[in-house]
Nanobody
Framework: QLQASGGGLVQAGASLRLSCAAS????????VAWFRQGPGKEREFVSA???????????FYADSVQGRFTISRDNAMNTVDLAMNSLKPEDTAVYYC???????????????????WGQGTQVTVSS
C-alpha cells in the first residue's frame, strides 16, 4: 500500500518535497514513479526511479521537470521522495506515486505498467 504526502499551496518559484511511503512490504527493487493529473488533463508521467543492481538506481524525468525535480529513495524508511524546485503554475496537479514490480528501464513512463497506486496529493502553484 502506498501513501503520498507533502503537497500544498505555494507561490511560483517555491519548492516542495513529496514523499511516497510503502507499507505492508518493501519496494526496494520495484520501479517507483510519480505521475500527475492537472485540471482537465490526463494523468502524465513525471519521474521514476529504477533499481539497477546493489544500491544503484537510475532516475528518469519528463522533459517538463528535468533539472527542477529530483527523485530519490530511502530504503531504510521505505520511501521515495520527489524534491520539486522552481515550481511553476503549470505544475499544479494531483501527484500520485505508483510502484511496479521489477525493473523498467524502458516503459517506466507507462501508466499501465504500475499495479500499485497511492491516493494522490494536491500541489497548487500560484502565479
Amino acid at each position: 500500500q502506498l501513501q503520498a504526502s507533502g503537497g500544498g499551496l505555494v507561490q511560483a518559484g517555491a519548492s516542495l518535497r513529496l514523499s511516497c511511503a510503502a507499507s505492508g512490504g518493501t519496494f526496494k527493487r520495484d520501479t517507483v514513479a510519480w505521475f500527475r493529473q492537472g485540471p482537465g488533463k490526463e494523468r502524465e508521467f513525471v519521474s521514476a526511479i529504477v533499481w539497477d543492481s546493489g544500491s544503484t538506481y537510475f532516475g528518469f524525468y519528463a522533459d517538463s521537470v528535468q533539472g527542477r525535480f529530483t527523485i530519490s529513495r530511502d530504503n531504510a524508511m521505505n520511501t521515495v521522495d520527489l524534491a520539486m524546485n522552481s515550481l511553476k503554475p503549470e505544475d499544479t496537479a494531483v501527484y500520485y506515486c505508483a510502484a511496479a514490480r521489477g525493473r523498467y528501464l524502458s516503459g517506466y513512463d507507462a501508466l499501465n505498467n504500475y499495479a500499485s497506486w497511492g491516493q494522490g496529493t494536491q500541489v497548487t502553484v500560484s502565479s
